[in-house]
């Protein structure tokens, strides 16, 4: 193994459950691919990979329009942090949609087929928060399948960012991903609001890239007194730090914030407890780890606490959390009325807008259909050792000043997901891209030197875990 650094014996292998604060040892054999192998061979979780079409080296590189060959060898795809690859469910779930819309078109929404797999059109959005709700950690009623999560953070921010003259900051992470910071800069805008003045950043300290929650705890005290909202990623997209919602939301809340998350690098990555974090509201994509498809059908969290509807003034005066509204966010009992009233569905539902795409929902009910068949815990466990595995293969027998790159994710396995960032010495980007590019190796960079690489415990395996660190040292080498 001329690309691996001479490693230091280590422990046996520890098995932790999931998140319990403890990485995983390896033994002093750990480096050699025969080791993956039996981690592979002992992998409880291993048949998920036959659910899914990994692309082939031959088509990765291909500019042709080609259908998938599973006789040909795989590629490694490492980038389900950007784009999921596809469950063979999918084109079985498209199938019945495209079906029952040509045999019996509109009655679609109102029909349950036999044999489908998916329920009719109108009940498509229910069938995949009842999948959803399980992976977040809420109450079936207080998720939604809607939208897409820009615009999903657009209409929750509508509703949750009620600035006044004396509280009217957010505070958001330093390096927001750009779509999160443009609508928060909007929304404060839309206010007459400056947002140099009501924006406030929280950074790492100088030469760091994690954010402790010391931290941000502190930051969520200096500004009590001025700030309305609080909205940071669960998971931070270029570094991979898994922030402590559970804290920083009891932390905020109890200082007079309302608390938001953006889950996009954390749906279906780590184990999350909205309802039970008090979580006033949250968003997410389903095409990253979800598996659910480019430009997928998105979701939203809302806690039932601002989900309720009272009637108590009447049938015709309901009270409810103000919102930006549309008909499908109403009950469905009345919503063929078109009397002009409405009266919202109690929950996430009544945040809905429009009639959805039931072909994205279809995409989306095949994916979760995959997760129905195992538990954000099961994924997890396996998640923490397959991360720490590629961790050990990177940095042992090295030392930080011998090895030309640096892990800016965090070391503890309760402070990230799947995604491990690496940030290369200057000018090493570029020749480092192209080889893992050569080898059939998908992952994806970011300026000015990050890779970013995130094996997944639905389809990844220690093997190829084992093959990129082999091919990423080569590359350094050369």
């Known amino acids: 193994m001329p690309f691996f650094p001479q490693q230091k014996p280590l422990p046996p292998i520890t098995m932790s459950s999931h998140t319990d604060g403890v990485k995983p040892a390896f033994p ?6 025969e080791y993956a192998a039996s981690l592979d061979a002992a992998d409880p979780l291993a048949s998920f990979r036959e659910k899914f079409i990994i692309p082939s080296k031959a088509n990765i590189a291909s500019k042709k329009l080609a259908k998938p060959n599973l006789s040909q060898e795989p590629c490694i795809y490492f980038c389900g942090n950007s ?55 809420a109450k079936p009623e207080e998720v939604t399948a809607m939208g897409t999560l820009t615009a999903n953070l657009h209409l929750l921010l509508a509703s949750f960012y009620k600035p006044t003259a004396t509280k009217h900051k957010i505070l ?4 927001a991903f750009p779509s999160d910071h443009y609508a928060i800069e909007s929304h404060i805008a839309w206010h007459d609001l400056d947002p140099k003045k009501s924006m406030v950043l929280i950074g790492p300290d100088e030469g760091e890239y994690r954010i402790s929650t010391e931290k941000i705890l502190s930051y969520i005290d200096q500004h009590a007194n001025e700030a309305a909202l609080l909205l940071l990623p669960g998971i931070q997209y270029y570094t991979g730090q898994l922030f402590d919602i559970k804290t920083i939301t009891e932390y905020a809340r109890a200082k007079g914030f309302v608390v938001g ?12 407890n909205l309802h039970e974090w008090n979580v006033d509201f949250a968003a997410w994509c389903t095409y990253k780890y979800g598996n659910a498809g480019p430009g997928a059908m998105g979701g939203l969290f809302v806690h039932e606490n601002h989900g309720i509807v009272d009637y108590s003034e009447g049938e015709d005066a309901p ?84 090895r030309p790159f640096k892990i800016i994710t965090p070391s503890s396995p309760e402070e990230r997901g799947a995604q491990l960032s690496l940030l290369l010495n200057p000018g090493l980007l570029h020749k480092v891209a192209y080889r893992l590019q050569e080898a059939a190796i998908v992952c994806d960079k970011r300026e000015p030197g990050v890779v970013r690489i995130a094996p997944t415990p639905l389809y990844n395996t220690y093997t190829e875990v084992w093959l990129f660190v082999e091919q990423f040292w080569a590359a350094l080498k050369e």
């Open 83 to 137: 784009l999921g690859i596809q469950p063979k469910a999918t084109s079985k779930y498209l199938e019945a949609q495209l079906d029952t819309w040509s045999s019996i078109g509109v009655n679609g929404h109102f029909t349950d087929i036999e044999d489908s797999p998916l329920k009719q059109w109108q009940l498509l959005a229910e069938q995949a928060a009842g999948s959803m709700c399980k992976i977040v950690g």
């Open 261 to 272: 998350w953006d889950l996009a690098h954390a749906y279906a990555n780590v184990e999350l």
């Open 319 to 402: 009270r409810f959390r103000h919102r930006l509204t549309g008909w499908y966010g109403g009950d469905r009992s009345v919503r063929f009325k078109m009397d002009n009233r409405f009266k919202p569905i109690p929950g996430a539902g009544g945040f809905q807008l429009s009639n959805p795409s039931a072909i994205d929902l279809a995409c989306l009910c095949a994916s979760l259909s995959v997760f129905d068949e195992t538990s954000m815990a099961e994924l997890r466990k396996k998640s923490v050792q397959l991360t720490a595995y590629l961790e050990h293969l990177l940095l042992g027998g090295t030392t930080d000043e011998t």
């Open 28 to 33: 002093e054999n750990a480096t050699s691919k």
């Open 172 to 175: 958001l992470d330093w390096k």
